[in-house]
């Protein structure tokens, strides 16, 4: 195997808070954590980059003063076990924007776009984790054959620590709490 294709030490060792912490921006890109183990994210299209991207830009505009959306950072759903979760777009409160790590009382909205080798995660295992976490609301974004994405909207029930499910759009986004926003998906 070139030496290139070996994964480096750290992505083999259970890691903490501490350990996690002290890591470059570098090492931090392309994983996750999950109780305390070192998931590499599946690689997206430019496709996925590109939706994200798109979201992230009308939520942001959408959003005033008081709320941030952006792309590719983590989210510290908890510290013991470790898991540190990277969606493809959350929207957080502007005043923590230089917290870190940024924790799940910071952000409202979480998205992930469904990309091959990422759709049980998605699907399933994150659904979880975010409720569980506390976070407010959640989007899946599947990404159809026809090219025009469908987005299923989750809202967290206090009380259960569960999502119930939201509206679901296909090719725009017409509202998001608490502010509006109109995000025409068309064909990406």
């Given at each position: 195997?070139?030496?290139?294709?070996?994964?480096?030490?750290?992505?083999?060792?259970?890691?903490?808070?501490?350990?996690?912490?002290?890591?470059?921006?570098?090492?931090?890109?392309?994983?996750?954590?999950?109780?305390?183990?070192?998931?590499?994210?599946?690689?997206?299209?430019?496709r996925?980059?590109?939706?994200?991207?798109?979201?992230?830009?009308?939520?942001?505009?959408?959003?005033?003063?008081?709320?941030?959306?952006?792309?590719?950072?983590?989210?510290?759903?908890?510290?013991?076990p470790?898991?540190?979760?990277?969606?493809?777009?959350?929207?957080?409160?502007?005043?923590?924007?230089?917290?870190?790590?940024?924790?799940?009382?910071?952000?409202?909205?979480?998205?992930?776009?469904?990309?091959?080798?990422?759709?049980?995660?998605?699907?399933?295992?994150?659904?979880?984790?975010?409720?569980?976490?506390?976070?407010?609301?959640?989007?899946?974004?599947?990404?159809?054959?026809?090219?025009?994405?469908i987005?299923?909207?989750?809202?967290?029930?206090?009380?259960?620590?569960?999502?119930?499910?939201?509206?679901?759009?296909?090719?725009?986004?017409?509202?998001?709490?608490?502010?509006?926003?109109?995000?025409?998906l068309?064909?990406?």
């Amino acid at each position: 195997m070139p030496a290139e294709m070996v994964a480096p030490s750290w992505m083999h060792a259970q890691i903490n808070v501490e350990q996690y912490d002290s890591w470059s921006e570098e090492q931090c890109a392309g994983i996750e954590i999950v109780d305390r183990t070192v998931v590499v994210r599946p690689s997206t299209s430019k496709r996925h980059n590109r939706l994200a991207r798109i979201l992230a830009n009308a939520l942001d505009a959408a959003a005033g003063p008081d709320w941030n959306a952006d792309t590719d950072f983590d989210v510290r759903l908890q510290d013991v076990p470790l898991t540190n979760r990277r969606p493809d777009v959350v929207v957080y409160r502007a005043e923590t924007i230089d917290l870190t790590p940024t924790r799940p009382e910071h952000a409202l909205l979480v998205i992930e776009v469904v990309s091959p080798g990422s759709e049980t995660t998605d699907r399933v295992v994150k659904v979880d984790q975010y409720a569980k976490a506390g976070i407010p609301f959640y989007w899946r974004i599947e990404q159809a054959a026809s090219g025009v994405p469908i987005t299923y909207t989750y809202v967290l029930d206090p009380a259960t620590k569960a999502y119930r499910d939201g509206e679901m759009f296909t090719g725009a986004i017409k509202a998001a709490a608490p502010f509006s926003v109109t995000v025409d998906l068309g064909t990406i």
